[in-house]
């Protein structure tokens, strides 16, 4: 019965020919429910393009024009995510043609340079790290050495952040944001949750992941690798000035170490002062201590002959886009000795790749590369005229400002790429050394500190479900507060040793 059922014969002059459906409430399209926002996003960035394209009138310079015009789509797409980032970075290849800025051959010339190469390199090395789970070793091995017995929530924190730090030092921020989150959340996982639990356990759980994801971030600031903001600057620089010294590993390493050292501490502090009380130890003692580090640690065992293989080819790496391909190249040479055969890494382990992040940084040098042809930085430049009556000293830090305004609402990246070419264009005109000027620049694109869409190390820590905006701008304007005074007093001192900037003036 049940088959006739669902399957009526065909003797049967009343059964139906095909199966009968229930219409729809309603079968047609409103146009609410067509403009929708993410249909609203998509169309702004051409619609806002075509509008700038005819009826913006720069005194006739149609290329610095037609630049912004592009410009506006990009950041648009960025800024809206009507699209993914990395299709909205592949955007100029198409763009820029079109619109008579740079030819196809020109602009894919940004996609693959050195700087990119260093970075692709320094992802596969990072995923060589993730896959043996030599961050997870190191990261209890470390913690364990600050937990305190008996238990001592400031250390803790401390160990937690300053391993994140160290390990985002060598690698994106992004990467040693998401590499850390799991390990703080492990250690978090033997603390009880919901509404019952006591205050002091959750202000700790909030203050561990608030120092992992801005401990990603510091760290990031004291190496050219640790962040796409520094190889942003770094490439710029080569561009704009390819005569003059490039900025090296070991140059940016002893300028941004100090500052990324001055403001860990900060952030240390800040987080023991907003979430560690008199009485966290005696709240968190009862659920977690030293013997559970060590548990997990024993757990990983005794580390392999991959793991040292790998950890040798990762501290061989160099600020070197060449070096750092060849370095990544040998983990697909060097076998496992796990399984016959096998390698370090197959491409296979690759496919977690951040292409996003390779296209974005190309996006970038085609944008900046694209600002200057055009003329779009003299035009714009040409309007900031009322920062050159500012007092010199004030110069770093209203440019860190600015930056680190911005960055709350585009990305690091982004922010870094729009500012850095005006800023060139500002220096040049105001007769100081571009560097007073890029740097605060880059770094205060790295301050974004007050909102979860700041950078994807704050969306990482976010959907944890342990911190709120509230958290962060509570902990973060104090933060970008110390940052700005920081940079500001080291840049005119140790700055001026590290990049020679009075040699110009």
């Known amino acids: 019965?049940?088959?006739?059922?669902?399957?009526?014969?065909?003797?049967?002059?009343?059964?139906?020919?095909?199966?009968?459906?229930?219409?729809?409430?309603?079968?047609?399209?409103?146009?609410?429910?067509?403009?929708?926002?993410?249909?609203?996003?998509?169309?702004?960035?051409?619609?806002?393009?075509?509008?700038?394209?005819?009826?913006?009138?720069?005194?006739?310079?149609?290329?610095?024009?037609?630049?912004?015009?592009?410009?506006?789509?990009?950041?648009?797409?960025?800024?809206?995510?009507?699209?993914?980032?990395?299709?909205?970075?592949?955007?100029?290849?198409?763009?820029?043609?079109?619109?008579?800025?740079?030819?196809?051959?020109?602009?894919?010339?940004?996609?693959?340079?050195?700087?990119?190469?260093?970075?692709?390199?320094?992802?596969?090395?990072?995923?060589?790290?993730?896959?043996?789970?030599?961050?997870?070793?190191?990261?209890?091995?470390?913690?364990?050495?600050?937990?305190?017995?008996?238990?001592?929530?400031?250390?803790?924190?401390?160990?937690?952040?300053?391993?994140?730090?160290?390990?985002?030092?060598?690698?994106?921020?992004?990467?040693?944001?998401?590499?850390?989150?799991?390990?703080?959340?492990?250690?978090?996982?033997?603390?009880?949750?919901?509404?019952?639990?006591?205050?002091?356990?959750?202000?700790?759980?909030?203050?561990?992941?608030?120092?992992?994801?801005?401990?990603?971030?510091?760290?990031?600031?004291?190496?050219?690798?640790?962040?796409?903001?520094?190889?942003?600057?770094?490439?710029?620089?080569?561009?704009?000035?390819?005569?003059?010294?490039?900025?090296?590993?070991?140059?940016?390493?002893?300028?941004?170490?100090?500052?990324a050292l001055v403001l860990f501490f900060a952030l240390w502090g800040i987080l023991c002062l907003l979430y560690c009380s008199k009485n966290s130890a005696k709240a968190l003692s009862a659920y977690m201590d030293r013997a559970h580090l060590k548990r997990e640690l024993e757990l990983l065992g005794p580390m392999a002959f991959a793991e040292k293989m790998v950890l040798t080819v990762f501290g061989d790496r160099v600020g070197d886009g060449s070096v750092s391909v060849m370095m990544a190249t040998l983990l697909f040479i060097i076998p496992n000795k796990k399984n016959e055969g096998e390698k370090l890494m197959d491409w296979n382990k690759c496919k977690k790749l951040q292409w996003n992040i390779i296209l974005l940084l190309g996006a970038g040098f085609a944008i900046a590369q694209g600002v200057q042809t055009s003329g779009l930085a003299d035009v714009i430049s040409a309007n900031l005229d009322f920062l050159e009556t500012a007092p010199s000293l004030a110069i770093a830090p209203l440019v860190c400002l600015v930056s680190g305004t911005i960055t709350e609402f585009a990305s690091n990246n982004a922010t870094t790429t729009l500012v850095l070419p005006l800023l060139v264009e500002l220096a040049q005109s105001m007769r100081v050394h571009p560097l007073l000027l890029m740097v605060p620049g880059a770094i205060g694109a790295q301050f974004a500190f007050l909102l979860p869409t700041g950078t994807p190390s704050n969306i990482v820590g976010f959907t944890t479900g342990h911190i709120d905006i509230k958290d962060m701008i509570k902990t973060g304007v104090p933060l970008k507060i110390v940052g700005i005074g920081v940079l500001s007093l080291l840049m005119p001192t140790l700055g001026t040793l590290v990049f020679e900037t009075n040699k110009q003036g």
């Open 1 to 259: 019965m049940a088959n006739h059922a669902l399957n009526p014969s065909s003797d049967d002059p009343k059964a139906p020919l095909l199966p009968l459906h229930e219409p729809p409430e309603s079968s047609h399209h409103t146009p609410k429910s067509i403009l929708t926002s993410k249909t609203l996003s998509i169309i702004s960035g051409p619609l806002v393009c075509m509008l700038i394209f005819f009826f913006v009138d720069l005194n006739g310079k149609h290329a610095s024009r037609n630049m912004l015009a592009v410009l506006s789509w990009v950041f648009l797409w960025w800024l809206t995510e009507a699209v993914p980032m990395a299709v909205t970075s592949m955007s100029p290849l198409f763009l820029f043609p079109i619109f008579g800025i740079a030819s196809a051959d020109d602009v894919a010339k940004s996609y693959m340079d050195d700087i990119i190469s260093l970075v692709l390199g320094s992802f596969i090395l990072a995923l060589a790290v993730e896959h043996y789970n030599i961050h997870r070793r190191l990261a209890l091995k470390i913690t364990s050495l600050f937990c305190g017995d008996p238990l001592k929530p400031p250390l803790l924190l401390l160990g937690i952040c300053g391993t994140t730090a160290f390990v985002s030092m060598w690698m994106h921020n992004t990467a040693a944001a998401m590499m850390m989150i799991p390990v703080a959340t492990g250690v978090l996982q033997r603390l009880p949750d919901g509404d019952s639990v006591h205050p002091d356990v959750r202000r700790f759980c909030k203050a561990v992941i608030l120092g992992v994801i801005y401990s990603a971030a510091i760290g990031g600031m004291s190496t050219l690798t640790g962040t796409g903001v520094n190889l942003i600057l770094v490439g710029m620089w080569e561009s704009y000035y390819p005569q003059e010294k490039p900025i090296s590993f070991s140059s940016w390493f002893l300028f941004g170490f100090p500052l």
